[in-house]
């Protein structure tokens, strides 16, 4: 390597870390939010009773994370927080990821703005058909990862 290649690949790692640094940076006050928020839900909402909502099939449980999902509106970083706090206290695996899934994918709170944008037929087609590939994708995951052990 030449000198100009060396400063080459140091300016670009670098520029890298700084571009990575920021993004952290930025994301810091969402997982700290998500972190308060879950305290706070844990707090006012007992996870005993959060649970209860879970627990009656694996369908039910799987349709009911999908709802609960659907209406939030969050990032996948803040899911995941929520999400682990909820296996934790005993939710099953299904409701936890079809409520993942469909907190990233189902967008039931910007509807209207995607409607405005896309048409009205396209989103509600589109979170239609998020809504149901969440409970199938939370079953065959579940499914995948319980042939395997």
């Known amino acids: 390597m030449n000198g100009n290649s060396a400063h080459a690949e140091n300016s670009r790692l670098k520029r890298a870390l700084v571009l990575s640094t920021r993004a952290y940076m930025n994301m810091l006050p969402i997982i700290v939010g998500m972190i308060l928020l879950t305290g706070l839900i844990t707090e006012f909402i007992p996870m005993d009773k959060l649970a209860s909502l879970f627990g009656n099939n694996t369908f039910l449980d799987a349709f009911t994370g999908a709802f609960i999902g659907s209406i939030s509106a969050g990032n996948p970083i803040t899911s995941y927080v929520l ?60 499914t995948t990862l319980t042939l395997l052990n």
């Open 83 to 142: 999400g682990g706090e909820l296996l934790a206290n005993g939710v099953s695996l299904i409701a936890v990821t079809a409520l993942i899934i469909s907190w990233v994918t189902v967008g039931s709170i910007q509807l209207p703005a995607e409607a405005l944008m896309l048409g009205k037929r396209f989103a509600i087609y589109r979170n239609l058909m998020s809504f149901i590939f969440a409970i199938v994708i939370s079953l065959l995951t579940v």
